[in-house]
């Protein structure tokens, strides 16, 4: 699936509509160059998941965990990542297969560890600032 995001308001409209349809066990992985809004998209999945903590880049901490929403999320940054092994070392597995959502920014990474039924989006500048192209897989 092509979706043309042509600004924020679409973004944050996109991320609400996905995240009303998650469910405990779902993975979010996010695919994108610096600047492309996986972190914009995270805030908004987060939003319509109810959670009313500020969300952070856990680019230091690898993973934020946000429990005031109606299901836990679960956001990784994994671009400072070295291996997978690292994913390993977090106990990745409890988050993955637990009983919350996990957002994954950076999941090029680590892609051998993400289950194949994961919702993918890679996301892409589009013909102008403002504008994304997310490609998606798995979505339901």
Same mark, same amino acid.
């Given at each position: %699936?092509?979706?043309? /995001?042509?600004?924020?308001?679409?973004? =944050?409209?996109?991320?609400?509509?996905?995240?009303? =349809? @998650?469910?405990? $066990?779902?993975?979010?992985?996010?695919?994108?160059?610096?600047? #492309?809004?996986?972190?914009?998209?995270? =805030?908004?999945?987060?939003?319509?998941?109810?959670?009313?903590? %500020?969300?952070? !880049?856990?680019?230091?901490?690898?993973?934020?965990?946000? %429990?005031?929403?109606?299901?836990?999320?679960?956001?990784?940054?994994?671009?400072?990542?070295?291996?997978?092994?690292? %994913?390993?070392? @977090? $106990?990745?597995?409890?988050?993955?297969? $637990? =009983?919350?959502?996990?957002?994954?920014?950076?999941?090029?990474?680590?892609?051998? @560890?993400?289950?194949?039924?994961?919702?993918?989006? !890679? /996301?892409?500048?589009? #013909?102008?600032?403002?504008?994304?192209?997310?490609?998606?897989?798995?979505?339901?």
């Amino acid at each position: %699936m092509r979706i043309v /995001i042509q600004n924020e308001l679409d973004t =944050k409209r996109f991320g609400i509509e996905l995240a009303q =349809k @998650l469910k405990p $066990g779902d993975i979010v992985a996010l695919i994108g160059d610096i600047g #492309t809004g996986k972190t914009t998209l995270t =805030k908004s999945i987060a939003e319509g998941l109810g959670i009313t903590e %500020m969300i952070t !880049s856990p680019t230091f901490a690898i993973v934020q965990e946000y %429990m005031s929403g109606r299901i836990p999320l679960y956001h990784f940054d994994v671009y400072r990542l070295n291996s997978e092994e690292e %994913m390993y070392e @977090l $106990g990745y597995e409890e988050y993955f297969f $637990g =009983k919350g959502v996990c957002v994954v920014e950076w999941a090029d990474k680590i892609l051998e @560890l993400i289950p194949q039924d994961s919702i993918i989006i !890679s /996301i892409e500048y589009g #013909t102008n600032e403002e504008q994304r192209i997310y490609h998606i897989e798995n979505y339901k």
